[in-house]
């Protein structure tokens, strides 16, 4: 995989292990092993395409309105969920 994308990857796992409270970005870059201001265009990046949001100049960054639509497409395995639904229902119920 390319190292960008990587990174891109990592910085987005970061954010989203940060949901009380923004990340910042000397906390990304040192998760990340990389220099603040790699880190910072790297999220800029990432802030451009919706997928991260900076709060205000150092003040942080958290996961953004993209990221989030990336799971609203549905469950992972679709077809598991349809299958276990009527066991785990029938199981509640009991």
């Known amino acids: 995989m390319l190292s960008a994308v990587q990174k891109a990857l990592a910085a987005l796992d970061a954010l989203s292990a940060h949901t009380e409270s923004p990340a910042n970005l000397s906390g990304i870059a040192g ?3 990389i220099t603040a201001s790699n880190c910072a265009r790297i999220l ?3 802030v ?3 997928y991260a949001e900076q709060l205000g100049r150092k003040k942080g ?3 953004g309105p993209m990221a989030y639509a990336l ?3 549905g469950p ?3 077809d598991l ?3 276990a639904e009527p066991i785990l229902t029938d199981l509640a119920a009991s």
Do not use: D, P
Request: a positive charge; zero cysteines.
């Open 31 to 33: 998760k990340l092993g």
């Open 61 to 63: 960054y958290i996961l």
């Open 81 to 83: 969920v349809n299958a």
């Open 44 to 46: 800029q990046t990432l």
């Open 48 to 50: 451009e395409a919706g």
């Open 76 to 78: 992972y395995r679709k």
């Open 71 to 73: 799971s609203s497409r």
